[in-house]
């Protein structure tokens, strides 16, 4: 497969910058990062060449254009805030240390939100037989279930009135959330390194960022969207084992952002990328994005054959 993807790799270049180009355009993003295993030439501590490469994952939430980004396996926070830094809208994300920098006033066109699924795990993490965390996981619970009471774009349901049915049962239970919080500090018998105190930590530090999500009508309490992406990532990691090399995670990439963008978009990969190479294959290199933009997998229709 990466021998076929290398050869069509100069007609798919385009399409993946254009899905890129839009992606990263999207007012409204999330992102996470998942991990392949690499082949190189360079031996571990095992003596084997095989190291852990890091891919991010960026996907656009009213595009539903879904971008992968690899850059030698790196994790490191200048991969991301080159790539999230000059974008505007909200970015949602987990509490990893790079995406709350987006936070910062180094980039005052972006608003991050977390993840309130991320946040509630820590809590379950804690035990069944923690009351504490139990609390905290049934408020964050009811959180959910006033969202769920209405959906937008169902029975007429606007954005508009999902900010006021937010700006109703919200704050009262954020409030309720924050004095049990302060409660079980204050008692002074919660051990420094506990599972507990470890979840009350991350939600202290993510806390202005909880109250953002619910300053809008239309955003997500958790980033559930890539999440679901990134399991078939994991699927296809289990079944193949590894990449060949960073080029071929280059490549993996290009071709998990196509394919995953025309899952989201319920189009036939193969009748996609047969019909996109045959449009293409005498194209310019330097033809414009704006031209690959009408095949992308949202405006994509099949040729009459």
């Known amino acids: 497969a990466h021998k076929l993807i290398e050869k069509a790799s100069s007609l798919f270049e385009n399409l993946y910058k254009c899905i890129r180009q839009t992606a990263l355009s999207d007012p409204y993003k999330a992102a996470d990062e998942t991990y392949y295993k690499i082949l190189v030439p360079e031996k ?10 890091y891919l991010w994952v960026v996907v656009g939430i009213n595009t539903r254009m879904i971008y992968l980004l690899y850059d030698d396996g790196s994790r490191s926070e200048r991969v991301i805030l080159n790539e999230l830094g ?3 809208g909200i970015i949602q994300s987990d509490g990893y240390s790079p995406y709350r920098k987006l936070e910062s006033d180094a980039y005052p066109n972006i608003t991050r939100i977390p993840c309130l699924q991320h946040i509630k795990r820590k809590f379950i993490d804690c035990g069944e037989d923690d009351p504490d965390a139990k609390r905290i996981v049934e408020m964050i619970n009811t959180l959910y279930q006033n969202e769920h009471k209405h959906k937008i774009g169902v029975d007429g349901w606007t954005v508009e009135q999902n900010l006021m049915h937010r700006k109703k049962y919200a704050p009262d239970i954020l409030g309720e959330i924050k004095d049990v919080l302060d409660e ?37 309490l958790d ?9 078939y990532i994991s699927l296809s990691r289990k079944n193949s084992l590894f990449f060949g090399s960073h080029k ?6 290009i ?13 036939n990969l193969f009748e996609y990328l047969t019909d996109v190479i045959n449009r293409t294959a005498e194209w310019q290199p330097n033809t414009p994005l704006e031209k690959y933009r009408e095949l992308l997998p949202d405006r994509w229709e099949k040729a009459n054959d």
């Open 44 to 53: 571990n501590s095992k003596g084997k060449g095989v190291r852990k490469g």
């Open 248 to 253: 071929g995670a280059e490549r993996g990439a």
């Open 255 to 267: 071709l998990y952002t196509i394919a995953l963008t025309c899952r989201m978009h319920k189009v």
């Open 184 to 220: 079980i500090e204050e008692r002074g018998d919660l051990l420094p390194k506990s599972e507990l105190q470890e979840a009350i930590t991350y939600l202290r530090n993510e806390w202005n960022a909880v109250v953002d999500i619910f300053n809008y009508g239309d955003t997500c």
């Open 86 to 88: 000059s974008c505007k």
């Open 223 to 231: 980033n559930n969207m890539v999440e679901r992406m990134n399991r």
